[in-house]
């Protein structure tokens, strides 16, 4: 069994806080004997992509300092850690970027989030380059991680590629939640969207998945918009889609769960998807769209 | 709003009683203004692929009979009708089919199910070649259906290429049962995964989504597994996955739902995940594995 960590967090307002308190949650994780610890979206600071400003790219000089932070936290907690970082990689280009560091501290891989969205508050494509390093699972001490971020959760594809890759676990570090003007019943059924989807591809690729939302509500400092309302509700599930652990709406939380990264293996054998692909029909994913 | 009914039936152990009490649930669809009808997976008859039998090909032999068959009765009702036939190509050579026939009576298109299933209890590679018309949506005067058969529920590829063309629902005429031995919670697991697999479907592509399966329990009458408890739950879900109606686990059942074929365009607007799909790195999608 793999013990795993979702430390699902409310923005503190200020970058030395929330990686005081990320810290703490890490330590208090790894005295709970979990091996793998996921975080969220953005973890170290707000989530600033509710308005377009180039003063914000500012944010993203700091990455190398970052990674050799975190690194220094795997390596001294000996944990396999998946952070979401600010990645500058030359002056005018820029990725949202998942970090995996091994539990000496050294980087087991990188992934740069490769479906970029953009919508009223979500004005992603201004800051990051879609990824260019494609779907490709980071081999870890506690196995091969389909690290994707966000946005990708929406789509089968990056979820299948990474299965067909060898990955035993699909991780989702993201950032989603509601506009407080939405009405109930729609916000119920984004939230149920959401996981729906995300179990959806637990099944059909037969993988567990896990998945760590901000939570809490940040305001938009445009005043465009109000604000957001992060969801929480991390959660991870099986190859079945079945719910191992699941977090609160509102609240601060560090989720274990114990997920079992054999029963893949017996899940495929009952429901072997994988053996009728038909590849020789498919083409037309790689189409924008087939007029 | 299009008016759907979705026809979950037991079988009757005969195909004379099977046709006369669909026809009897079809007319009584219309009288309650059903435009839509859709039926289960094989509806004629048993699910017979519990066992293999050359004697059973017997059952495709009337294909173009069923065809006029269900033709007169979408006609005599004037209803878009989704069938699902055993087609006999030529000898030797079988499809699992589904006809939709138009209104009028003519024959709309038809779908020969692509992805073909083989467990204990489900030996369908023994009698159909999987389909060669690949996944092509079907004009029909209520909308573009998107129909796809069973096993083809599991695949998202199948959904996401008939919603890339045109699809406005998808549509899956199926039979899936639990065998009596399993535990409860493995059938919970089993009947959740499949409902969730289906409206993640609905929620990647912004569709919305039809499931009609059969009910109640099917000896195999070789003897070799007791036989299927066909769970039924036929359902219908919105773009956002969202239930719009959904049946017994152990009854028949006419389930009515009234589908928004026009809020596809607004959830796409919200969440536009065709827009920002990754053609450009889904290559892999074309491949068995990615060794």
Same mark, same amino acid.
């Given at each position: 069994m793999?013990?795993?960590?979702?430390?699902?967090?409310?923005?503190?307002?200020?970058?030395?806080?929330?990686?005081?308190?990320?810290?703490?949650?890490?330590?208090?994780?790894?005295?709970?004997?979990?091996?793998?610890? @996921? /975080?969220?979206?953005?973890?170290?600071?707000?989530?600033?992509?509710?308005?377009?400003s180039?003063?914000?790219?500012? /944010?993203?000089?700091?990455?190398?300092d970052?990674?050799?932070?975190?690194?220094?936290?795997?390596?001294?907690?000996? @944990?396999?850690?998946?952070?979401?970082?600010?990645?500058?990689?030359a002056?005018?280009?820029?990725?949202?970027?998942?970090? @995996?560091?091994?539990?000496?501290?050294?980087?087991?891989?990188?992934?740069?989030?490769?479906?970029?969205?953009?919508?009223?508050?979500?004005?992603?494509?201004?800051?990051f380059?879609?990824?260019?390093?494609?779907?490709?699972p980071?081999?870890?001490?506690?196995?091969?991680?389909?690290?994707?971020?966000?946005?990708?959760?929406?789509?089968?594809?990056?979820?299948?590629?990474?299965?067909?890759?060898?990955?035993?676990?699909?991780i989702?570090?993201t950032?989603?939640?509601?506009?407080?003007?939405d009405?109930?019943?729609?916000?119920?059924?984004?939230?149920?969207?959401?996981?729906?989807?995300?179990?959806?591809?637990?099944?059909?690729?037969?993988?567990?998945?896990?998945?760590?939302?901000?939570?809490?509500?940040?305001?938009?400092?445009?005043?465009?918009?109000?604000?957001?309302?992060?969801?929480?509700?991390?959660?991870a599930?099986?190859?079945?889609?079945?719910? /191992?652990?699941?977090?609160?709406?509102?609240?601060?939380?560090?989720?274990?769960?114990?997920?079992?990264?054999?029963?893949?293996?017996?899940?495929?054998?009952?429901?072997?998807? /994988?053996?009728?692909?038909?590849?020789?029909?498919?083409?037309?994913?790689?189409?924008?769209?087939?007029?």
């Amino acid at each position: 069994m793999l013990k795993t960590a979702l430390i699902q967090q409310k923005y503190r307002g200020d970058k030395a806080l929330m990686r005081a308190s990320t810290v703490q949650k890490i330590a208090e994780a790894k005295k709970k004997r979990a091996k793998l610890i @996921v /975080l969220q979206e953005l973890h170290q600071g707000p989530y600033f992509c509710q308005h377009e400003s180039v003063d914000l790219f500012d /944010l993203a000089e700091s990455f190398e300092d970052d990674v050799a932070f975190w690194s220094g936290v795997a390596k001294e907690n000996g @944990v396999v850690l998946v952070t979401s970082l600010f990645e500058k990689r030359a002056p005018g280009l820029y990725h949202n970027t998942a970090v @995996v560091f091994e539990k000496d501290g050294s980087v087991a891989g990188k992934y740069r989030k490769m479906h970029i969205p953009d919508d009223p508050g979500f004005y992603e494509k201004f800051y990051f380059t879609p990824g260019d390093l494609g779907f490709e699972p980071i081999e870890t001490s506690v196995g091969r991680l389909g690290v994707l971020v966000c946005w990708d959760q929406w789509y089968p594809e990056a979820a299948r590629i990474m299965a067909l890759k060898g990955a035993q676990i699909l991780i989702y570090p993201t950032a989603i939640g509601w506009f407080e003007g939405d009405p109930e019943e729609e916000k119920t059924r984004q939230q149920d969207a959401w996981m729906t989807v995300q179990r959806g591809h637990a099944v059909a690729n037969g993988l567990p998945l896990v998945s760590v939302n901000r939570v809490g509500f940040e305001k938009d400092f445009s005043e465009a918009l109000e604000g957001i309302r992060f969801w929480g509700r991390s959660f991870a599930c099986g190859p079945q889609g079945e719910i /191992l652990a699941e977090a609160s709406t509102d609240e601060e939380e560090i989720l274990y769960c114990d997920i079992d990264l054999k029963r893949s293996e017996e899940v495929r054998r009952w429901w072997p998807f /994988l053996r009728d692909r038909r590849i020789d029909a498919y083409e037309g994913l790689l189409k924008r769209f087939i007029d």
